[in-house]
């Protein structure tokens, strides 16, 4: 739920407001009229051409769902599974790894009722494959597979048991796996045998492995389905808690406890069950990966950390009981370094192989002789590759996104700038492939959060799009983005509309003095805190911006703190108040750098947009928006999207939206309208 809040995924759900001066009294009116503005905005929306503008054709290529995803390899290598978009239907394929011959395993057979969310290879003959079924819920399907010398034979599906995850695909277990229930909360776990025909028997209390376990949110276990491990946030007297079980006993120990501001991510237990491995910044500024000892509680080794960097994740083998490298993100790229020889041997035969698309491994066969590469980089989404290291053979057999080829997209590249107190800020900038001969207008992208979120110089397919249509596109990690340490991360906090925006700024002032855009074509658009930077620049620098877009955006800041949930919640009120400011001392200011309250300083064209299902930003920020806008005779336009929450679901939706927004762009940047 922490980290739920850090990346400001907020369900603001009340309605109730705060009346700090004149302008509010005519904004509570609004509670009454959303209702009727909804209708009206649904009816008096801007109606498609008849003759598609280039704009939405161009969206409607852009923003179609990849075609290949989640690919993985059987534990023996025969076999590759991937999950292939067709006609917004998603298909399970299963492709043979000697002949590449295809087999449809699961198809949408229930007029688009089934979602496929992800997929486990259990062993050589069993899928497991996790689904979204409309009126039921998360359901989990078994797919039995029968094979001969000719390869695929049989297909059988069947029903196993709703609303459960997995936790652990036990590889070395024939027949088993750990599986997670969510209530209330708290997750409980449970060891399933398919072998078995009395699946939701085994879903018993009895049978519940942390049934005496402490008030953990996350489990591990070991490959024989042991639970080893039980960490979270323990509400009793706030703080994160590590608590470790030895043996088969029921009894668990604390082994580790700190502030809730100190990362520690337990990664594995050894074999041998004297040490953790974790993931943590309690030693430094950075998140390193380190060895500590469950018995001394002490730590007692640095095992890998990157420079002013800090990692993500590690890198498991099959078996998920030894950990063979770590990922993180650097020169605005996901990187990979190994621990041991042997993978060592295959990223640097891979570099060489393929240059300047960042290879790196995504899954491979117990053995380790038939490895899944995918490649990607700034202007392709992806590319999978069967690597057979006995015959070290390369061969692609599937492309993410292959219609991106018909474009010229061009490469991110990264600027550095200093912002107001000092502080260096790494930003990314997109050119289009437009030969104009004048500098592009530009546009300004900050991502959301705003902590611990970030943007990286992998494929966006927002940030192209923009480019495609001719403008430069500018995303800025300022302070409180996720890899930069624990420092920036907490520079970050309480600095709505204020540091922040100077690092977006700074970025901005460094491409412009470089030449690189045109000074006077200049707007900026976000969504959710995105879309609230967006309007908060726009009233504070109209000598900058030329135009603002907003979807999702906060606009009210004490509103945020209506919602049930920090009533209901003091750790969360004090963790929202660290990120964005104290309504009871700090009404002023948060009034101050709310959008909805300096509205009569507006002086640049703003465009609004929302689903009216979001459930992270209530939609009377937005109403409460364009219901000041209209009491000071501004200039906006503005968008409802039906059906659509804090992102984007359906295609004619975001290519409906991006069309209005090209057109606001050039409306207001003096540009040809794209016909």
Request: aromatic content about 10%.
């Amino acid at each position: 739920m922490c980290r739920l809040i850090l990346l400001f995924l907020l369900s603001i759900s009340a309605h109730a407001s705060v009346d700090p001066n004149s302008d509010l009294k005519a904004i509570t009116e609004v509670e009454s009229e959303i209702e009727s503005s909804l209708l009206e905005m649904l009816n008096n929306a801007p109606q498609q051409p008849t003759k598609k503008s280039k704009a939405a054709l161009i969206a409607e290529t852009f923003f179609q769902a990849y075609q290949v995803s989640q690919s993985k390899i059987s534990p023996n290598g025969n076999s590759i599974v991937f999950i292939e978009e067709s006609k917004n239907v998603s298909n399970l394929i299963l492709l043979d790894s000697n002949t590449f011959k295809r087999y449809m395993l699961l198809k949408d057979k229930f007029d688009d009722a089934i979602d496929i969310i992800s997929y486990h290879w259990i062993d050589n003959k069993t899928i497991i494959v996790s689904t979204y079924v409309k009126g039921k819920g998360r359901v989990l399907l078994a797919i039995n597979l029968t094979f001969d010398a000719k390869g695929l034979t049989a297909i059988r599906n069947e029903y196993l048991i709703d609303n459960v995850f997995i936790v652990n695909e036990l590889p070395k277990v024939e027949d088993k796996f750990v599986v997670g229930r969510s209530k209330e909360g708290k997750t409980s776990l449970y060891t399933l045998d398919i072998s078995k025909n009395n699946i939701a028997s085994q879903l018993r209390n009895y049978y519940k492995l942390n049934k005496y376990g402490p008030p953990a949110d996350n489990w591990l276990t070991d490959a024989n389905a042991n639970i080893r491990l039980g960490y979270g946030f323990d509400e009793s007297d706030k703080k994160n808690k590590v608590w470790y079980k030895k043996g088969n006993r029921n009894s668990f120990k604390l082994i580790w406890e700190g502030a809730e501001s100190v990362e520690f991510l337990p990664v594995l237990v050894s074999k041998d069950n004297s040490s953790l491995f974790v993931i943590t910044n309690a030693q430094g500024n950075y998140k390193a990966l380190y060895k500590y000892d469950i018995e001394t509680q002490q730590f007692v080794d640095k095992v890998f950390e990157v420079q002013d960097t800090d990692l993500t994740s590690v890198i498991y083998n099959t078996n998920k009981d030894e950990i063979l490298g770590v990922s993180y993100v650097q020169n605005g790229f996901v990187q990979h370094s190994y621990f041991n020889r042997l993978e060592k041997s295959f990223e640097l035969n891979l570099t060489q192989s393929i240059n300047d698309s960042n290879p790196y491994i995504v899954d491979y066969n117990l053995a380790k002789d038939m490895l899944i590469v995918q490649t990607s980089d700034s202007t392709d989404p992806g590319v999978y590759h069967l690597y057979d290291v006995k015959n070290n053979e390369l061969i692609k057999y599937a492309t993410k996104a292959p219609w991106f080829k018909q474009f010229n997209l061009a490469d991110t590249q990264i600027v550095n700038s200093t912002s107001s107190d000092g502080q260096k800020i790494e930003s990314y900038l997109t050119m289009p492939n437009v030969k104009s001969g004048a500098a592009p207008p530009l546009i300004v992208l900050p991502h959301g959060g705003p902590i611990s979120v970030r943007d990286t110089r992998h494929f966006s397919t927002h940030t192209q799009y923009l480019a495609t249509l001719g403008y430069a596109v500018l995303q800025p990690n300022y302070r409180g983005s996720a890899g930069y340490g624990k420092k920036f991360k907490n520079k970050g906090m309480g600095q709505w509309g204020r540091l922040i925006e100077d690092d977006i700024v700074s970025a901005i002032d460094k491409v412009i003095s470089e030449g690189l855009i045109n000074k006077d074509k200049v707007c900026i658009y976000g969504i959710s805190y995105g879309g609230y930077s967006a309007l908060i620049n726009a009233i504070n620098r109209p000598d900058l911006f030329k135009c603002a877009a907003s979807y999702a955006g906060v606009t009210d800041l004490p509103l945020l703190f209506n919602d049930v949930k920090f009533i209901e919640s003091s750790r969360l009120k004090i963790l929202m108040e660290k990120i964005v400011g104290n309504p009871q001392t700090e009404l002023d200011t948060l009034i101050g750098f709310s959008p909805v309250y300096q509205s009569h300083k507006l002086n640049i064209p703003v465009f609004l947009a929302q689903g009216d299902n979001d459930s992270v930003v209530d939609i009377e920020h937005y109403f409460r928006m364009k219901k000041v806008l209209n009491l000071h005779n501004k200039e906006y336009r503005s968008l409802i999207l039906e059906g659509e929450g804090h992102g984007f679901k359906y295609l004619n939706s975001i290519v409906t939206f991006y069309e209005q927004l090209d057109r606001f762009f050039r409306s207001s940047l003096v540009l040809e309208q794209l016909e």
